[in-house]
């Protein structure tokens, strides 16, 4: 069974970094790329990016690039997410999920919350 | 890059038909057979409900399905019943290793 199992809630105050996490099981970790996807509060899901285990190539949404960075760590078989400078405006759930051309398997989310 | 147009929401009586339309552009929609839903349930991650336009996956009902002309896809579901009370997302390939959500339709069950 394809399971991707993220990281808890974080909250933390602007301009502070964070990393979340994204740790696959149940298939060949390297064999289908992962996304990562926002939904910010009562909004709809937005496509931040993505990236292929097999080599960390990445490809990012126009609207998060330069903001956000995507990793893998192919030894645990997870994939990050990380900012460097966090904004009131990143408060949201983001989720991971493995795709290709459609995303089949979700993580259950992580609770970002940035506030002073 | 604009997100997929959505209707905000539908609604419909247990039953009943309803379908939700996602429109886009040639580079998204309209140039690829990749169009997939999800359903998501509040406080839910999303669920894959149909992907390639028209397929389904396994253990998702033959009451949904979906089908695309031109610029715009469309999700059906026949016989509503309750439990398909929920927010539909569109999604498309869009080219360059690049997907493209639309903005989510709410689904109410009368």
């Known amino acids: 069974e394809v399971q991707l199992v993220q990281s808890g809630a974080e909250v933390k105050k602007p301009g502070e970094s964070l990393r979340i996490s994204c740790k696959a099981s149940g298939y060949i970790f390297t064999n289908s790329w992962i996304s990562w996807v926002r939904q910010m509060p009562g909004k709809g899901l937005e496509w931040m990016g993505r990236i292929d285990p097999g080599d960390s190539y990445t490809n990012y949404s126009p609207s998060f690039q330069g903001h956000v960075s995507i990793s893998v760590d192919k030894s645990m078989n997870t994939a990050y997410l990380q900012w460097s400078t966090l904004k009131a405006s990143d408060t949201a759930v983001y989720y991971c999920?493995?795709?290709?051309?459609?995303?089949?398997?979700w993580g259950q989310g992580t609770l970002v919350t940035v506030s002073s | 890059q604009s997100a997929l147009t959505q209707p905000r929401s539908v609604s419909g009586s247990p039953g009943q038909s309803v379908t939700i339309s996602c429109t886009g552009t040639?580079?998204?929609?309209?140039?690829?057979?990749?169009v997939s839903w999800y359903q998501q349930h509040p406080d839910k991650a999303p669920k894959l409900v149909l992907y390639?336009?028209?397929r389904r996956p396994s253990g998702v009902p033959d009451r949904f399905s979906g089908s695309k002309s031109g610029n715009t896809a469309s999700l059906t579901i026949s016989g509503l019943q309750a439990e398909d009370e929920a927010e539909y997302h569109c999604c498309s390939y869009a080219g360059s290793y690049n997907l493209i959500f639309g903005g989510g339709t709410k689904l109410t069950v009368l």
């Open positions: 999920a493995r795709s290709d051309s459609r995303c089949d398997s």
């Open positions: 390639d336009v028209d």
């Open positions: 040639s580079s998204d929609v309209g140039g690829y057979n990749y």
